[in-house]
């Protein structure tokens, strides 16, 4: 070789303050409708010397479906969680609830919580973004995720430079498989004394929703009789 052979491209190496925030990974797997799962774990890190207080953080869709609007619909609430210390998702009475959102235009942003959002300087703090699924609007086969886009989706209550892998994200997938008894609205059938060869009555009165927000066609049903005559 007849001389060096140089990177024209440098990697810089700074002591400089900033938040760096981290994902939390999560596998996901599949969720029913109703079901309470974290879409997003996060932990930040403050290198400041000085503490923060988070004023504000806006997660996006990652899920896949038919159209934004009907995505955001799947997600019925959000929940941002402050972790309680072990770095598990356990959602509201074990992690703190920071405030709750829903989804529109595929973004939810979180803001004005009802408790101070301390980082200590040189501390790190876990968060979690929860979701309860719709029993309505989910439809099965539908992937639910979510992420942080950049920079812009975190503020704090001082100038603060904020530093990750962007976008952000757990890679937690979660897939709405199948339906649940609470989706299924049951309308009565009424009380009623009956005699041999009365009837016939009303006996069962329900209603099956649709595949969340697309029609369906319903392929076959089956009734047990509970009585004991």
């Known amino acids: 070789v007849d001389r060096d052979v140089i990177n024209p491209s440098s990697r810089v190496i700074t002591l400089a303050n900033r938040m760096i925030v981290t994902a939390i ?11 309470v799962v974290s879409l997003l774990g996060l932990t930040i890190q403050n290198t400041y010397t000085s503490d923060r207080r988070l004023s504000s953080l806006t997660v996006t869709h990652d899920s896949q479906g038919l159209s934004p609007a009907e995505l955001d619909g799947e997600i019925e609430i959000l929940g941002l969680f402050a972790d309680d210390g072990d770095g598990l998702f356990q959602g509201q009475g074990v992690d703190i609830l920071l405030g709750t959102e829903a989804f529109s235009g595929s973004k939810a942003t979180f803001t004005g919580f009802g408790v101070d959002v301390i980082l200590p300087a040189g501390g790190t703090q876990d968060f979690f973004v929860g979701a309860l699924v719709s029993t309505d609007q989910a439809r099965d ?26 976008p952000v994200s757990s890679q937690s997938a979660w897939m709405v498989d199948g339906m649940v008894a609470a989706q299924i609205a049951v309308q009565g059938g ?30 076959g049903i089956s009734v047990r009789n509970q009585g004991d005559a």
Not at 25 to 35: H, K, L, N, R, T
């Open 141 to 166: 086969g539908d992937v639910l995720s979510a992420l942080l886009e950049g920079p812009l989706d975190l503020s704090f209550d001082l100038p603060s430079t904020v530093a990750a892998d962007w």
């Open 190 to 219: 009424g009380v009623a004394t009956l005699g041999p060869g009365d009837g016939p009555v009303l006996a069962f009165d329900f209603v099956i929703p649709r595949n969340g927000y697309e029609d369906d066609e319903l392929g």
């Open 25 to 35: 990974p999560s596998f996901g797997g599949s969720v029913a409708p109703g079901d």
